[in-house]
């Protein structure tokens, strides 16, 4: 938890540094910038909810509890489990965001689209898609608990990517 508020404060006084969204009149960016400090912010406060898949909590009668369970209601015990099938902890960390994000912020960044696609984006787990909201959270994240592996860039839409192979030395070429 402290490690996620402190990227939080450390992600908003990054963007103070930038003019949001880059490449927008100067006037949008005016008019729009409540808006994108509030992707920063939950940007980086969800940049950790995935890591909830590594913890599995048993309550004291055995039971299973989740976040989405609300407070648990007796004693409790926590492990670190294995990764489970790949992509499946971005998920877990969308469906939590989907809960915590209040519904009347979510209908206000309705009205500022390019904004709430981001927010989307970086919910889903395509981080390389944010642009300067990955690199300003990403350098926040590093701020707080060291250098982070680095997201990918992907492929722009419509580029065949194939994977590498092996170089083979053909006899006579």
Not at 2 to 14: I, P, Q
């Amino acid at each position: 938890m402290d490690a996620t508020l402190k990227t939080v404060l450390y992600a908003l006084m990054k963007a103070r540094s930038y003019m949001l969204p880059p490449g927008v009149p100067p006037e949008d960016q005016a008019r729009d910038s409540a808006a994108w400090n509030t992707v920063v912010f939950y940007a980086a406060l969800f940049s950790h909810l995935s890591a909830l898949s590594a913890l599995r909590v048993e309550l004291e009668d055995g039971e299973i509890w989740t976040p989405f369970d609300g407070m648990p209601e007796s004693a409790y015990r926590f492990r670190f489990v294995p990764p489970g099938l790949e992509g499946a902890d971005t998920c877990l960390g969308a469906m939590f965001a989907a809960r915590v994000l209040p519904e009347g912020v979510f209908r206000w960044l309705k009205l500022h689209t390019p904004a709430l696609d981001i927010l989307l984006l970086w919910v889903g787990g395509h981080r390389a898609q944010c642009g300067v909201i990955n690199a300003i959270v990403s350098d926040a994240i590093a701020e707080v608990i060291g250098p982070v592996a680095v997201v990918p860039v992907m492929p722009a839409a419509g580029v065949a990517t194939a994977p590498l192979v092996s170089a083979v030395t053909l006899p006579g070429v």
